[in-house]
């Protein structure tokens, strides 16, 4: 009889023993959801980092319609929080998709405490996600909510606020604090940081951005060392800003720029590329733009697909 042991990357087999490559700890795909404005869609792309010159493959659907959604998630799955459907209706929905099936429609979890959209999310990658920010219309909010993906069918719990009222806001973060970025109105170039474990308290304000921001083109971060923000509405540019976490009461610095002018996108990464999708460039684009972490002062290459133009989608990374 002959028995198999999984350990890491060890698997043991009758009693010889063959090494295996443990499983990858770095994302290998980024899914982008929803987007465009009149009518939204509930489409959801899949881009492999392996190969990112091919056009992104398109998975099942998010279970309704959404632009101006955001993503937060782990390496097994995403949640997709808040967004609007044209002209003016909001939602609370949170929906989840699963990587391994992909190409199921997602489904619906705990909702948001209220109606959102153009919030910021960021992850600790295996707990928690956080999400902060947004606006109803015309009201704009500070607050910051907490998903709990082990429990998501709960309605996410209030914690401390940003330190103000802010829409159009992007996010990036690490294991222990994230970092929620720019955003209007007005037009801000504020840098927040939560800290996880003392998410209850008032979000700490840090160094500036280079310039005031909003509806940026996405942010992404090697999980370290680093967070990029790049792209943005005010004024419309292809500038991509740097903060350093460890020093992140300085100034960001500017890095890149992207290839193009992009605004209102979302980003997905691993620990060495940045992958900025779709947005305003300055119209509606398909285009998937990459930058290198360790050549970021070159300009952006760009690399496949959308299958169609698209803005204004939510996005996350993991493995495929």
């Known amino acids: 009889m002959s028995i198999t042991i999984t350990t890491g990357g060890i698997t ?13 700890t770095s994302a290998t795909a980024g899914w982008y959801a ?32 959404v632009y ?7 390496t097994t799955a995403g ?6 459907v044209y002209p003016s209706s909001y939602k609370s929905t949170i929906t ?3 990587y391994a099936t992909d190409t199921a429609t997602s489904t619906d979890r705990g909702p948001l405490n209220i109606a959102l959209n153009t919030i910021g999310g960021t992850s600790d990658n295996t707990t928690y996600g956080w999400l902060g920010g947004g606006s109803t219309g015309s009201v704009y909010k500070s607050t910051v909510s907490r998903i709990t993906y082990a429990n998501d069918t709960a309605t996410p719990t209030g914690k401390g606020p940003l330190s103000l009222a802010r829409a159009t806001i992007t996010a990036t973060g ?41 509806y940026s083109a996405g942010a992404v971060t090697d999980s370290t060392t ?10 419309a540019g292809s500038t991509v800003q740097r903060i350093t976490y460890a020093t992140d009461t300085d100034t960001a610095s500017v890095r890149g720029p ?21 947005g305003y460039a300055p119209s509606e684009t398909s285009s998937i733009t990459r930058i290198t972490y360790a050549t970021d002062t070159a300009t952006s290459v760009d690399r496949g697909n959308f299958p169609t133009v698209r803005a204004g989608t939510g996005s996350t990374s993991g493995i495929q």
């Open 226 to 235: 680093y967070g990029w923000l790049a792209g943005g509405a005010a004024p």
């Open 34 to 65: 929803g987007g465009a404005y009149n009518p939204a869609k509930s489409t959801v792309y899949r881009i492999t980092f392996a190969t990112d010159t091919a056009t992104a493959s398109v998975r099942g659907p998010l279970n309704a319609a």
């Open 79 to 84: 949640w997709f929080a808040g967004g609007a």
């Open 68 to 74: 101006s959604t955001v993503g937060v998630g782990t």
């Open 258 to 278: 992207l290839a193009a002018t992009r605004n209102f996108g979302s980003a997905t990464c691993d620990t060495t590329y940045g992958w900025f999708g779709g």
């Open 96 to 98: 989840r998709i699963t």
């Open 174 to 214: 690490t294991p222990s604090y994230g970092w929620f970025l720019s955003g209007a109105s007005p037009i801000t170039s504020t840098v927040d940081r939560v800290d996880y474990s003392n998410d209850t308290a008032t979000a700490s304000v840090r160094g500036p951005l280079s310039g005031g921001s909003y």
């Open 12 to 24: 043991m087999t009758g009693g010889g023993v063959t090494f295996t490559a443990p499983p990858p």
